[in-house]
């Protein structure tokens, strides 16, 4: 019996990410806290920078092992972190980037409503929209 395509949908801040791992039948929850502290970081004008000083490799690793088994997924959330996660995978997780669909804006949702917007922008995507719905997915 072939299995049922999972997918992920990745929210987060510098502080915490919600991560859901979701297939036809069953939706899977967890939260991973940011270990480093997010310090301010005084800067001079003029330089390059962000004014923020922390490492993140710990962070993305913890969100990169919870969706490891993942057939597709999105990243999602305010800010710049989902870029700099997007950024990460290039130099540490090449097969995870290719099986990522999306990076989309998006504030502060529930858990519920994190999950309902993962699955229209799921069901959207050719690549993963009739996996969505009970189908397979193909390329």
Same mark, same amino acid.
Request: glycine share 10%; aromatic share 4%; charged share 30%.
């Given at each position: 019996m072939p299995r049922n395509p999972t997918h992920a949908v990745v929210w987060l801040d510098f502080h915490q990410a919600k991560v859901f791992l979701i297939n036809v039948e069953d939706v899977e929850?967890?939260?991973?806290? #940011?270990? #480093?502290?997010?310090?301010? %970081?005084?800067?001079?004008?003029?330089? %390059?920078?962000? =004014? *923020?000083?922390?490492?993140? /490799?710990?962070?993305?690793? #913890?969100i990169l092992a919870a969706i490891e088994n993942a057939d597709s997924w999105l990243i999602v959330g305010p800010g710049s972190t989902k870029r700099e996660l997007e950024k990460y995978l290039d130099q540490h997780a090449e097969d995870l980037k290719k099986k990522l669909v999306g990076v989309e804006p998006m504030d502060r949702p529930t858990d519920g409503e994190? %999950? $309902?917007?993962? /699955?229209?922008?799921?069901?959207? *995507?050719?690549? !993963?929209?009739? $996996?969505?719905? =009970?189908? !397979?997915a193909k390329g």
């Open positions: 929850g967890q939260r991973i806290k #940011a270990d #480093a502290p997010h310090r301010q %970081v005084h800067h001079k004008a003029q330089e %390059v920078g962000s =004014g *923020h000083d922390r490492d993140d /490799h710990k962070y993305f690793e #913890a994190l %999950v $309902a917007q993962a /699955h229209r922008l799921l069901q959207a *995507h050719p690549r !993963t929209g009739r $996996a969505m719905r =009970g189908g !397979t």
